[in-house]
């Protein structure tokens, strides 16, 4: 069957098609190499001598229904006697040691962009693990390396992509967003294992890093930046003193006796709530709570009151109303709240130096979302190299043809 046009598909400089043969789902295109083609070194340039030719297949896009496309030509393989080199000549587009081109391997990527790997195995008709490998190898091509020349501002979190606390350590740009950096593990050495590829002029140009209070984290910051505020994030903070209102309810309810179980049971989310958020009959059920028991009615208003601390502007309001919200907090006399800002007290630095330096790691938290829906679609987590490019690929806000 003659088709007006298709040969122009298939157009590899240095090789012409011979035939291409059509059948039910599947096409074979045999290429040979054109005749007036001149060999030439990949590396200096030269003529290369032949010295033998060796049969190869490689996959390519679908065309039309035949979703099995496979390139059949032959591989050059020669000396050059200028450079005392060999080499083996493949067809442009194909890689030295791939069996797909890399145009198939882009539309590969592009779909795993999209869909789960086991929809993309359906499609393009190869194995999960085959598919990974062209998405990991075209994005290795494709995506720039991290941009450490203009960073200013850090975000550093930790996050759990597999079962039994398999952590990885990631770092962003806080202006752009930018995904710089993914290492296994919450430790000291996760963190070190970035840090280490800075210069001392890059080192020195970072004025603020934002993290939650983790201690492993906190003394690699303060050894490798000395000259960088940390900034502890307030959302972090916020999360932790909910913590604690929590742990006080759980105390009252246990204590509790009767009737008065049932009005503590059940009011979790409406102590942690925004006042604001609340439906009425969430507003009424609380105010129940409240009048009944005022350790709780306590910690509520701290609640509130701490989060009353993030709406100054300026450091100096900010550190009188901390040591306002401290003494309130200790006159309370109930002991997961002292805790807490015992512990705050040594932290104090870095809640003002938001006041400063106005960062969270919001970006990075929303990002979390982005991160479990990376692994759900890639099946699991195999490689932690391919995990990294793909969660830079969404970070990235260049429109990448991947």
């Known amino acids: 069957m003659y088709v007006r046009g298709i040969r122009r598909l298939f157009r590899f400089p240095g090789y012409v098609v011979d035939k291409i043969t059509l059948d039910v789902g599947m096409a074979q295109v045999n290429l040979r190499l054109d005749k007036r083609r001149r060999l030439e070194c990949p590396a200096c340039g030269e003529p290369l001598g032949a010295s033998r030719r060796v049969r190869q297949t490689a996959r390519d896009l679908p065309l039309g229904l035949a979703f099995v496309v496979v390139l059949v030509y032959e591989a050059v393989q020669g000396h050059c006697s200028a450079c005392e080199t060999w080499a083996t000549l493949h067809p442009p587009g194909i890689g030295p040691r791939a069996k797909a081109t890399d145009r198939l391997m882009a539309f590969v990527s592009f779909l795993c962009k999209h869909l789960p790997v086991r929809r993309v195995e359906s499609i393009v008709g190869v194995s999960k693990a085959t598919v990974r490998r062209w998405d990991k190898a075209w994005l290795a091509k494709c995506l720039p390396p991290p941009n450490l020349d203009a960073l200013r501002f850090l975000l550093i979190d930790e996050k759990s992509v597999r079962r039994r606390h398999g952590y990885v350590t990631l770092v962003m740009n806080a202006e752009s967003g930018e995904l710089l950096f993914m290492g296994e593990g919450k430790k000291k050495a996760s963190l070190e294992a970035f840090l280490d590829v800075l210069s001392d ?92 028991n005022a350790k709780i009615h306590v910690a509520y208003v701290l609640k509130e009151a701490f989060r009353h601390l993030w709406t100054y502007t300026r450091r100096a309001w900010a550190a009188k109303y901390l040591a306002r919200w401290t003494a309130w907090a200790q006159d309370s006399a109930i002991e997961p709240i002292r805790r807490f800002v015992r512990n705050l007290e040594k932290w104090k630095d870095g809640v003002l130096a938001y006041f400063k330096y106005p960062i969270t790691n919001a970006p990075l938290e929303a990002f979390n979302a982005t991160v479990s829906r990376i692994i759900y679609r890639s099946c699991g987590v195999q490689d932690m190299d391919y995990l990294f490019l793909k969660l830079r690929q969404e970070s990235l806000r260049a429109n990448l043809q991947t």
Do not use: C
């Open 201 to 292: 002029a890059q080192k020195a140009r970072i004025e603020a890093v934002a993290m939650d209070r983790n201690g492993a984290y906190y003394e690699v910051v303060r050894d490798e930046l000395p000259e960088a505020e940390i900034v502890l994030d307030k959302f972090h903070l916020v999360a932790n003193f909910q913590s604690v209102v929590d742990e006080v309810r759980r105390q009252e309810w246990r204590h509790a006796e009767g009737q008065f179980k049932n009005v503590v049971k059940g009011q979790r989310y409406n102590l942690l709530r925004n006042p604001e958020n609340l439906t009425e009959e969430q507003a009424a059920r609380l105010s129940d709570l409240l009048a009944l």
